[in-house]
């Protein structure tokens, strides 16, 4: 009676037997800080809900630290995975493309006139622009591969977590200061599709993480960094906001310096 095993086979299931599995699973240090994020937005959805929209805003702003935490995190521990990187994009657009523009259409943009037909109809719409902006200006960074993508001293088109800053940021100052969003409407349009355009125009903005802080630097800087906690801890609705609008403005600034200037537009690179 013959074996009719091969014996080529046997060695190949041996191999198998022996290569060890993978396991299957995700990280769960850096996604327990997108899951944070992600829980923050929601809040902030809820907070607008209850007419606290001061407190709205700052679980935006919280969210901000979760989601500049996790991508450094991941990093720092080499836990990085694609799945991460996937629930990362999908949370960035919960808490920076879909909260903003519902929390600022329940406080300002749904003030208008039913009678002003127009106005009525542009307050939603704008809403709506700006989350289909935030959308797009995360599928374009995605999709951006090779060369594009391992540029790190600019963004292209204003990022998303910024965008959402000018937002929350205007109803942040505005309740803070006793404003209220009917008064601020038409304000609060401009505020809103300038947010939205910038993140889907061609625009450089500066990203900083070129910026090196291993090494020495002078003493004053540390000064300047105190500076600036003293001026956040005093007022940080208006601080922040005002940080917001800078950096808004300074993409397009920057792009008329450098023209004027005549530097070539592919000495500036993307994220």
């Excluded at 060695?11 to 022996?18: E, L």
């Excluded at 996937?86 to 003030?111: H, I, Q, R, T």
């Excluded at 039913?114 to 959308?135: D, N, Q, R, S």
């Amino acid at each position: 009676m013959t074996n009719t095993t091969d014996p080529v086979d046997n060695d190949d299931n041996m191999a198998d037997m022996q290569r060890p599995r993978r396991r299957r699973g995700i990280y769960l240090l850096p996604n327990l800080f997108t899951t944070a994020s992600l829980f923050s937005g929601f809040y902030s959805i809820v907070s607008a809900m209850n007419g606290e929209y001061e407190r709205s805003a700052i679980a935006i702003f919280i969210a901000m630290i979760f989601d500049g935490l996790d991508g450094r995190v991941a990093r720092m521990t080499n836990t990085q995975s694609d799945f991460g990187k996937e629930y990362d994009s999908l949370s960035d657009m919960m808490v920076f493309g879909v909260c903003p523009a519902v929390v600022m259409y329940m406080w300002a943009l749904n003030s208008f006139d039913p009678k002003l037909w127009v106005w009525a109809e542009i307050g939603w719409l704008t809403a709506f622009f700006y989350c289909a902006a935030a959308a797009l200006r995360l599928a374009r960074f995605n999709t951006m591969a090779g060369t594009e993508k391992e540029e790190k001293r600019y963004f292209l088109g204003l990022p998303s977590p910024s965008a959402a800053a000018m937002v929350m940021g205007m109803i942040w100052c505005a309740t803070h200061n006793g404003l209220t969003g009917e008064s601020l409407n038409y304000v609060a349009i401009v505020v809103t599709f300038a947010a939205g355009f910038f993140m889907v125009s061609n625009v450089r903005f500066r990203s900083f993480k070129d910026l090196s802080l291993e090494g020495r630097v002078p003493f004053r800087y540390l000064l300047f960094l105190l500076g600036i906690f003293a001026l956040i801890a005093a007022s940080p609705a208006n601080v922040l906001f005002g940080a917001a609008m800078i950096f808004a403005v300074s993409g397009p600034v920057g792009a008329v310096m450098r023209r004027v200037k005549g530097v070539p537009v592919n000495t500036v690179s993307d994220d």
